[in-house]
């Protein structure tokens, strides 16, 4: 099993539509989590933290449920500049991220 | 405030032969790490550096690959002899410390590596 798991997409949707991405781990220990965001052929870089209060940054909501060992990512109002992959990453302690393989978002006029 | 910087920034070789990647990491960061990414997957982490210490080198390949931080700032990942399979992209991150809440890893630019 892998360590973070989402599902590859691509997911392709119309300008302003919601989109949902989901993300599992295996490890119960793990202490933070996070959504980064990679353009292509660029590096990857923090989109936000998750907590399990779920946090909210304007269009983007996120949600940690640790019993289930799940994530999410709500994008609303897509924009076209959402295009891009998003990267389910967790902290296993002492700063170590472990990433997951990204799911693909393409955003089409 | 500068990134981090890395060269070079694309590289080319033959199998077996030997190759090295430069990274600076943000002034001021203690924490540096090497990643690998292979295309289609995320980053792996190959070794972390708390200046110039080794935290973590658990998924480094080290038959062929090492790296060294010798004053704690700069770093250099060598792999020798290359093979097919480490056609990746080679990313360099810093942090400002490696204790405490999370600190945000800053990425570089990576250097694209393709074995032939």
């Known amino acids: 099993r892998k360590e973070v798991e989402q599902d590859p997409g691509p997911f392709n949707v119309p300008e302003g539509a919601t989109v949902a991405f989901n993300c599992t781990y295996s490890?119960?220990?793990?202490?933070?989590f996070f959504w980064y965001r990679q353009d292509c052929r660029k590096e990857p870089k923090l989109l936000m933290s998750v907590y399990s209060s779920g946090n909210e940054d304007g269009r983007f909501t996120a949600q940690l449920n640790r019993a289930s060992q799940y994530i999410s990512l709500l994008i609303r109002d897509s924009k076209l500049s959402d295009s891009a992959t998003y990267l389910c990453?967790?902290?296993?302690?002492?700063?170590?991220?472990?990433f997951g393989t990204g799911t693909r978002l393409l955003v089409s006029p | 405030e500068a990134g981090v910087a890395q060269s070079p920034r694309y590289k080319i070789i033959e199998k077996r032969q030997s190759v090295a990647f430069w990274c600076n990491p943000i002034s001021g960061h203690a924490t540096l790490y090497w990643y690998q990414q292979i295309l289609g997957q995320g980053p792996k982490l190959l070794i972390q550096f708390q200046n110039n210490g080794v935290v973590d080198d658990s998924q480094l390949p080290k038959d062929r690959f090492s790296a060294e931080r010798l004053k704690g700032v700069d770093s250099t990942l060598k792999i020798q002899p290359a093979k097919l399979e480490d056609s990746a992209v080679y990313l360099c991150a810093s942090s400002y410390r490696l204790a405490g809440n999370y600190n945000e890893q800053f990425f570089g630019p990576g250097t694209r590596l393709t074995v032939l």
């Open positions: 990453v967790v902290n296993e302690g002492f700063q170590k991220l472990v």
């Open positions: 490890n119960s220990a793990s202490q933070s």
